[in-house]
């Protein structure tokens, strides 16, 4: 009872701290501060050198996100070869992770790294496990070995959860500690099949690696005519003077399936905007084509097969008996009205009696 607090008066609290309490062993920032010369750093530090194109510095982590087969490891792998050729890079110092592959696809990308000198290295093989490397990292960041090295993960999914925030900010606290220290990673990763509100490719999972990270780009592809293939690389992030927009072209199998890998890669050239410009002109109509297939034959079917002018509103008729409402029939008309093929265009108004625009196939 002596120890209770008379009604209306409030305890003193002693917020005073408890020094005793305190562990011996303490941490402090003069633990932490860098001793290395501003000198020695400077010389350390990595110039502008690009390892893929003019997309991938060194002494940053740069990730490509695309879809399946639109060739993110093709055209990777074809920009390294030639940073190689350059003597852009040491090919000693690169280490490409092939943790998604075929055995067909590891020998022939094997056979690559030993005609331009890069290594290679792949799970389940010469004891390497996937979550290995985080390990490995952390080693060659304290050991001084990050310097100059060039890590290629393809891909990073398997190394990471890409779809969870923890794990992927855990892996981008990794990959930090190893770029500060000299070290270059360069990832891929895959695209959501939904495509965002521009039609374009988004990228899966969280958006921690692309925040932890330095650059990042996104792969469309532009078009597909069976013979070449066009693609983009559109930045979404960058850290340096990296180019926004590149657009590159490589063969196609098209109905060649197996066409060699080599073939392929060797096929890979940059291709300059107006010509990808041109092509996703093409690709645009090609997939309006494709799209609107079904109604567009049942409009020059109903043309070819009457002998009397037709009027607009009958052929929105026609349309919408196909399924479609009276504003996207009418829509549909207008996209292949003209006299153009090439641009779609499947029929054209003449002027009939008194003035009268009626329909024609062209």
Known sequence: MGNEVPKGMKLAVDNTPNLAAVPEALVDFDDFLLTESSEDMEARMLADVFVLGLMAIMGQFTVFYGGPNVGKTLIGLKLLIEAIQAGKIDPSQV????????????????????????????????????????????????????????????????????????????????????????????????????????????????????????????????????????????????????????????????????????????????????TAKKAQARAIVAERLATNHDYIVAVLEYLTSTTTEVNKAELVSVVMDSGLSKSKATKLLDAHTGTDKVQGHRWNTIKGEKNAKHFIAI
């Open 95 to 274: 280490y490409y992770i092939n943790a998604d592959d075929t055995y067909k696809g590891i020998v022939t990308k094997k056979r690559l790294a030993e005609e331009y000198g890069f290594n290679m290295l792949v799970p389940g093989h010469s004891g390497f496990k996937a979550d290995m490397l985080v390990d490995i990292l952390r080693n060659r960041a304290v050991s001084g070995k990050a310097q100059g090295s060039i890590v290629i993960l393809d891909t990073l999914k398997k190394f990471t959860d890409l779809m969870s925030k923890g794990a992927s900010s855990a892996f981008g606290e990794v990959q930090r500690g190893f770029i500060s220290n000299g070290g270059t990673v360069i990832g891929y990763a895959h695209v959501n099949k939904a495509k965002g509100d521009d039609g374009g490719a988004v990228h899966a999972g969280t958006t921690d690696i692309i925040d932890d990270g330095d650059c990042a780009y996104i792969i469309d592809q532009v078009e597909d005519d069976g013979n070449i293939r066009i693609v983009k690389f559109r930045n979404i992030k960058d850290r340096g003077d990296v180019a926004q927009v590149v657009n590159y072209q490589y063969k196609s199998k098209g109905n060649s399936p197996s066409m060699p890998y080599l073939e392929l890669l060797y096929s890979v050239t940059e291709v300059d905007s107006a």
